[in-house]
């Protein structure tokens, strides 16, 4: 019999009204209830926001207990859909082997992208924070699980798991953060012109300082306030499907500039501070590393959110991300202006002016 967890709360969003799931989920559910020993009549079908992204989730519940799952459909429909699958389940059992607290994966079904998994908890570290306050507290807990993500997902893992690259390199920088920005920022969202020949010395400078620092850790590379849940005491970790091998300060970075979260600079610096007392002591000798390349990372974080939130806006049609697009600005301002390398200058002087405007 299967080992359920009973803990009523999951994702960042709360339900929208009851939805019945596709029929072919239905019964792939109703045989995964019935050869668990659990009941599987009357179990209620909600529909849970994806948030970005393309996946449908649904919270299975049971009538006669407080016991729940998730189910997930993200149909094979391309070549990257069935990788992002694979990454989805494989580095998923890794992680949960290694004692991260990410959902169990009960039962998965390649041929149509369906997921049966543990329910984390309907309340997410944005929700928690802004429902009950206590944000240092709850933060520090936050970055210790991050460390031992970061540590010891790295231990076994197969980069051959990985779904986009396999590992954080100067291609993603480039293609998937820098180019994004200006893609889908500057020239989709806001109208502006199409070329930026101005700004490819600012971005390899970028890419190429980063890619110094040390990069043989587990990135989760979207540790932000939505993929992480709160439930109680339990605090669990979501959406590691973009997982591979790369630096300690990226990760960290998302958390603390995450436009969700609005955490002061107090609160960052608390954040930041009890992260870096971990890492001194179970990493000896990794903190100057960690410190130099730390405002260069969050850097590329930033620009990969604007381009993100963009490209959800104008593309997918989710205006609801529009809203976080001018915070996201702001902290981009201010993180160049706070690194003071003349080398980015020309990306201070068009992420300035755009500020002004918005």
């Not at 668990?36 to 529909?47: I, N, R, T, V």
């Not at 391309?78 to 990788?83: A, E, I, L, T, V």
Request: charged residues 25%; negative net charge; proline residues 5%.
């Amino acid at each position: 019999m299967v080992r359920i967890s009973v803990i009523m709360d999951h994702q960042s969003h709360e339900l929208r009204d009851d939805t019945v799931c596709p029929p072919g989920m239905w019964s792939f559910v109703k045989d995964f209830l019935q050869k668990s020993g659990l009941e599987e009549k009357d179990f209620l079908c909600q529909s849970i926001p994806g948030d970005g992204s393309k996946r449908a989730f649904w919270r299975i519940s049971l009538p006669q207990g407080e016991i729940s799952f998730i189910a997930m459909e993200n149909t094979p429909v391309d070549d990257f859909s069935k990788r992002e699958n694979f990454a989805y389940h494989v580095i998923g059992e890794h992680l949960f082997k290694k004692g991260i607290p990410v959902p169990r994966i009960y039962r998965a079904d390649f041929d149509h992208g369906w997921f049966i998994m543990e329910d984390m908890g309907k309340t997410s570290l944005q929700e928690s924070c802004r429902d009950h306050g206590a944000k240092e507290h709850l933060y520090e807990r936050v970055v210790e699980i991050l460390l031992r993500l970061q540590i010891h997902g790295a231990k076994g893992f197969d980069p051959g798991w990985t779904c986009q690259t396999q590992k954080y390199d100067p291609l993603v920088m480039r293609k998937y953060e820098s180019d994004y920005f200006r893609d889908s920022f500057l020239v989709n969202y806001l109208g502006l012109k199409k070329h930026w020949p101005e700004l490819e010395r600012p971005f390899n400078h970028l890419a190429e300082t980063c890619a110094r620092a040390e990069s043989s850790f587990f990135l989760h590379r979207d540790f932000q306030s939505r993929n992480i849940m709160v439930s109680g005491s339990r605090i669990g970790v979501l959406d590691w499907q973009g997982g591979r091998i790369g630096p300690l300060a990226y990760d960290l970075a998302s958390l603390l500039i995450d436009p969700y979260s609005d955490l002061s600079p107090r609160e960052r610096d608390h954040i930041h501070t009890a992260y870096v007392r971990l890492l001194r002591e179970r990493l000896p000798g990794c903190e100057e590393s960690f410190q130099r390349y730390f405002p260069y990372l969050a850097l590329q974080r930033n620009l990969q959110i604007l381009g993100a939130f963009s490209f959800l806006t104008k593309v997918k049609g989710k205006t609801y991300f529009e809203a976080y697009i001018p915070r996201a600005l702001e902290s981009l301002v201010l993180l160049i202006r706070e690194l003071g390398d003349p080398q980015l200058d020309v990306l201070l002087e068009v992420v300035e002016g755009l500020h002004t405007m918005m």
